[in-house]
């Protein structure tokens, strides 16, 4: 057996629609021998986009252990009950992840803490002076010239 999740977004509707979808799917993994492990309480998303002219739907997960046979037969069941989407993945274990080494060690609840050597009693040493860059002036900016000025000039060049 392996271990799947299957998640539906059903229509919005009353409190009595959207149990009777919830309960219609559990049934449905039931009768086709599936174990449920988990089912998560409905929740009103807001869809990225329209589906069949909804802009809300209802999201649901189940969490389930079955056969992979059972996947197909599933699969027909839900096409037949009316829900705007449902999609079932396998859950697979996790590997587990490698803890690198930072660099201080960190204490955690179940380690006791180590004694503070003398070197970290003392006084810090004094920060060293950064020498400070001079900036240059910047040089006045210039005035735009105007179309009399340009002109004179023109003429003066001309003559």
Same mark, same amino acid.
């Given at each position: 057996?392996? @271990?799947?999740?299957?998640?539906? !977004?059903?229509?919005? =509707?009353?409190?009595?629609?959207?149990?009777?979808?919830? +309960?219609?799917? /559990? /049934?449905?993994?039931?009768?086709?021998? @599936?174990?449920?492990?988990?089912?998560?309480?409905?929740?009103? !998303?807001?869809? =990225?986009?329209?589906? #069949?002219?909804?802009?809300? =739907?209802?999201?649901?997960?189940?969490?389930?252990? @079955?056969?992979? #046979?059972?996947?197909? *037969?599933?699969?027909?069941?839900?096409?037949?009950?009316?829900?705007?989407?449902?999609?079932? !993945?396998? +859950?697979?274990k996790v590997k587990k992840q490698i803890q690198y080494r930072t660099r201080a060690p960190q204490i955690t609840q179940t380690e006791e803490a180590a004694p503070v050597s003398e070197e970290l009693d003392q006084a810090p040493a004094p920060a060293q002076e950064t020498p400070v860059k001079e900036t240059? /002036?910047?040089?006045?900016?210039?005035?735009? *010239?105007?179309? /009399?000025?340009?002109?004179?000039?023109?003429?003066?060049?001309?003559?």
């Amino acid at each position: 057996m392996k @271990a799947y999740e299957l998640s539906v !977004v059903a229509k919005t =509707g009353s409190d009595e629609e959207i149990k009777n979808t919830t +309960k219609t799917i /559990e /049934e449905t993994l039931q009768k086709l021998e @599936a174990s449920i492990s988990q089912i998560t309480e409905p929740s009103k !998303v807001r869809l =990225g986009y329209t589906i #069949k002219k909804e802009k809300e =739907g209802i999201l649901t997960s189940f969490y389930f252990q @079955a056969e992979p #046979k059972v996947l197909e *037969a599933l699969k027909k069941e839900m096409d037949a009950i009316n829900v705007l989407r449902y999609f079932i !993945v396998e +859950k697979r274990k996790v590997k587990k992840q490698i803890q690198y080494r930072t660099r201080a060690p960190q204490i955690t609840q179940t380690e006791e803490a180590a004694p503070v050597s003398e070197e970290l009693d003392q006084a810090p040493a004094p920060a060293q002076e950064t020498p400070v860059k001079e900036t240059k /002036e910047k040089p006045e900016k210039r005035r735009k *010239a105007e179309l /009399e000025d340009i002109n004179k000039e023109l003429e003066e060049m001309l003559k």
